[in-house]
């Protein structure tokens, strides 16, 4: 099994407001990423968790707040963010770092 | 120049077609390849992972690396619609800590 879970498949938020994304998976991988997508872009790196610690921050605003509760899930937490940050936010998951399974992503939308 | 180069096309194909997608790179730190589809408004799903140089199959799919000359390829025999996809080729260095995408190649299959 290869499955990596995010939820909320969409979200609309103003830029007041403060959300959450969530990512689980139960392969045992050991680190864990989210990135963001623009339309026709690849995926871009946003953060690293290794072992349930930060190792790799792309300088992301601080708008963007990640958090790994445990070795199965990741977070994003979400505030004032800007109609730009309009996205596909993607969450992967790694055992050996180079082969990495991504969810379905979060469709978000800022108003 | 990017570190990794891939056509975006759109590439158009009848149904049965041989369809070949190709990405080079300049960084010969790389030596994990990945070949990703997306299909539209989805996560990434790893089709083919390899790290060495030669071929290697996996049903209609075909994954071919030339380290020699920074190359890679990926070929789908009998091409279906439901091959009808982005596809992203990834590569990562020994580190594994990150993937550095191509642009993705928009493939379309034509009943």
């Known amino acids: 099994d290869t499955e990596v879970t995010q939820t909320p498949k969409h979200l609309v938020m103003g830029m007041t407001n403060k959300k959450s994304l969530k990512c689980e998976q139960h392969?045992?991988?050991?680190?864990m990423y989210w990135y963001k997508q623009k339309a026709k872009k690849p995926p871009e790196l946003m953060f690293v968790?290794?072992?349930?610690?930060?190792?790799i921050n792309e300088s992301v605003p601080s708008r963007f707040s990640p958090e790994c509760p445990n070795s199965s899930l990741l977070n994003l937490h979400l505030h004032a963010l800007q109609p730009e940050d309009s996205a596909l936010y993607l969450c992967?998951?790694?055992?050996?770092?180079?082969?990495?399974?991504f969810g379905p992503g979060t469709r978000l939308t800022v108003l | 120049q990017k570190e990794v180069e891939q056509d975006p096309g759109p590439l158009s194909v009848p149904e049965g077609a041989i369809v070949s997608l190709n990405c080079t790179y300049s960084n010969s730190a790389f030596q994990y390849f990945m070949w990703y589809r997306q299909y539209s408004r989805k996560g990434p799903e790893l089709l083919m992972y390899t790290y060495s140089s030669g071929n290697k199959e996996d049903g209609r799919f075909t994954a071919q690396v030339d380290k020699s000359s920074k190359y890679i390829s990926l070929f789908i025999r009998d091409s279906q619609p439901s091959d009808s996809a982005t596809y992203l080729c990834?590569?990562?260095?020994?580190?594994?800590?990150?993937?550095?995408f191509g642009e993705g190649t928009q493939l379309t299959v034509n009943p």
């Open positions: 992967a998951s790694s055992q050996s770092g180079d082969t990495q399974y």
């Open positions: 392969m045992g991988h050991r680190a």
């Open positions: 990834a590569m990562a260095d020994y580190s594994g800590s990150r993937l550095t």
């Open positions: 968790y290794s072992y349930e610690k930060l190792s």
